[in-house]
């Protein structure tokens, strides 16, 4: 995990994070639906996981751009950009009606990416524990599946969390509009490092990256 230091002088966003980081402490979500019609065909074609493909693709849009891989270095009062961040997956266990997280590390090759998420699944299913390790996984963002709902707006408050600028993003059941399969998306960043449009880039980000998916090609370096 490595990452470098955001020269405040020099940052594009200064002025920006100093208002929502000390005047006005705030985040920005936005909740919206993407078309997934060509990643279900795929997944079913292929034999694989709708749910990894989806956190494949998701890992990929976030990574693409740096002001979604921000972080706080508290003891040292920096921001930083991790050089990659990672998805924590949260794993149901219908016996406990309870979640595991589990930190899954992302590779741009989508094979290696598949086989690991996989094999981070089937691990977290064998334990009913909760515990975050951010210590040892600083750069990490949250990407929970809502599997048993296709609902409308959702909404996540942290109240001491302006200086947490990891993205929270979640996604819910598909559900057919007019012959369309589509799924509900919502994405958390905070106002100090996003605004309005890169919120509704990663919604941009993440169509453009599953129709490169499904073509067999790549959008994103």
């Known amino acids: 995990m490595n990452y470098r230091v955001i020269d405040m002088d020099k940052y594009y966003r200064k002025d920006v994070f100093r208002h929502f980081s000390e005047d006005c402490k705030c985040s920005i979500s936005m909740t919206a639906r993407i078309n997934v019609t060509e990643l279900v065909r795929y997944s079913k074609q292929t034999g694989t996981k709708f749910y990894i493909n989806f956190l494949y693709i998701l890992s990929k849009a976030l ?64 334990t009913r524990e909760y515990s975050l390790d951010t210590a040892n996984h600083p750069n990490w963002f949250d990407a929970s599946y809502i599997s048993w709902l296709s609902y409308d707006s959702l909404n996540i408050e942290l109240p001491d969390g302006h200086l947490f600028f990891a993205p929270i993003v979640n996604w819910g059941k598909y559900r057919d509009e007019s012959g369309r399969l589509m799924v509900p998306v919502s ?9 309005g449009f890169l919120v509704a880039n990663v919604f941009c980000l993440l169509e453009k990256e599953m129709d490169a998916f499904c073509k067999g090609t790549s959008v994103t370096k």
């Open 63 to 126: 990574n693409s751009r740096d002001d979604y891989k921000m972080g706080y270095v508290w003891q040292k009062n920096e921001l930083i950009c991790y050089d990659s961040i990672n998805p924590t997956q949260y794993i149901f266990h219908d016996d406990t009606e309870t979640c595991t997280p589990v930190y899954t590390t992302y590779y741009a090759d989508y094979s290696e990416f598949y086989k690991n998420a996989s094999d981070d699944v089937a691990r977290a299913k064998e």
């Open 187 to 195: 994405v958390r960043l905070n106002h100090a490092i996003a605004d």
